[in-house]
């Protein structure tokens, strides 16, 4: 291939693919054949409960372990067999690793010394991120004087200021309360989507997937069940593992006579005055605007999220509109 060839390939290319990754333990799967693309500024979330192999996926894309199938490509070129100090990737984790007897500022420009960037450079460099993350009044600070939502946003201008190709973040805010998340998020997804590099986020919380993410992909026992939009994921979830992750409260999902599952989302019911499913109210939960109810039904319990002012005891038929039924097949879980 002529050079100018391979660098038309290579800026076709997505930034990231990830191509039939596969890694075994011994004699155990922990990942079966995951296929996955990013582009370039794009946030995917890998989203799934403890041990699905969320992180292992993170390790293997910056090079700290080494698959036993498939291929990681970078911009085109196929970095599987490259050393993780090559790749140029930056990896953010739950622990911030900040130096603590390093003010805010030298943490930011350490990296930035060891590889020759001129102080001038390294000055606005460091000054620009500070801004960007809203931490202008704290370079001279140490880490032990910051709170932990400071500390997490100067781990993450220290691998902004790497520049990486792709950008790596395992579960970045959950050493932080419910509050500072949620204040983080809009601003993380700011700094996540400014630039060109993708972003790869692990997560076990939904709301953080679909409050971050461009797209999520969902994991269940190392292989990957689907990846969308939230809202495709939400709206037309694959399976019931998928259907079951996504949106809270959980979805219902209720086993019907002729082999099928009926998947129902608690915020998609509303009373009937007749010809609906008889309930009873069997206990509540007050969220502010809403409430959520525990219902009794002949398919078993149901969750009803509503802004009525029904009590426990009380007894009423409950209907959906047909566009909100979602239908899986009770022997494997796939949607119908
Ligand atoms: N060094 C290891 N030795 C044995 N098993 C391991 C090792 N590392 C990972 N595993 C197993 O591989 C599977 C995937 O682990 P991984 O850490 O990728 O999951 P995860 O989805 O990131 O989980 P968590 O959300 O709890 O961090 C788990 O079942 C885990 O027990």
């Not at 599952?261 to 509540?284: D, T």
Request: net charge neutral.
């Amino acid at each position: 291939m002529s050079n100018a060839v391979a660098s038309a390939a290579a800026a076709a290319a997505p930034a990231l693919r990830l191509e039939g990754l596969e890694r075994r333990l011994g004699e155990r799967l922990i990942l079966a054949g995951i296929d996955l693309t990013v582009a370039a500024g794009e946030c995917l979330a890998l989203l799934g409960p403890s041990g699905c192999g969320k992180s292992t996926i993170l390790r293997l894309i910056a090079g700290l372990d080494r698959p036993d199938g498939g291929r990681i490509l970078i911009g085109g070129r196929d970095m599987t067999c490259v050393p993780a100090g090559r790749r140029q990737v930056a990896m953010v984790f739950q622990s911030y690793a900040l130096y603590p007897h390093l003010s805010v500022a030298r943490n930011l420009s350490l990296g930035m010394e060891l590889r020759g960037v001129p102080r001038q450079r390294r000055e606005e460099s460091v000054a620009r991120v500070l801004a960007m993350l809203q931490l202008e009044g704290f370079s001279d600070r140490r880490p032990a004087d910051l709170s932990g939502g400071q500390r997490q946003r100067v781990a993450l201008a220290r691998a902004l200021l790497r520049e990486p190709r792709v950008f790596l973040l395992d579960e970045p805010m959950s050493n932080l309360d419910a509050q500072l998340r949620e204040e983080l998020r809009p601003q993380l997804r700011a700094i996540l989507c400014g630039g060109q590099a993708p972003v790869v986020y692990v997560t076990h919380d939904q709301q953080e997937a679909m409050g971050i993410a461009d797209r999520i992909a969902v994991l269940q026992d190392g292989r990957l069940q689907q990846c969308g939009t939230p809202q495709e994921l939400y709206g037309r979830p694959a399976n019931v593992v998928v259907a079951s992750f996504i949106g809270r409260p959980q979805i219902n999902l209720l086993p019907m006579d002729d082999g099928t599952v009926l998947g129902i989302r608690p915020e998609h019911l509303h009373p009937v005055a007749e010809g609906g499913l008889p309930v009873q109210v069997l206990s509540r939960e007050w969220h502010g605007a809403s409430q959520q109810l525990t219902l009794a039904s002949r398919h078993g319990e149901l969750r009803w999220t509503t802004d009525g002012s029904q009590v426990i005891g009380d007894a009423l038929q409950l209907g959906w509109e047909p566009r909100h039924e979602h239908r899986f097949r009770q022997a494997t879980g796939e949607r119908c």
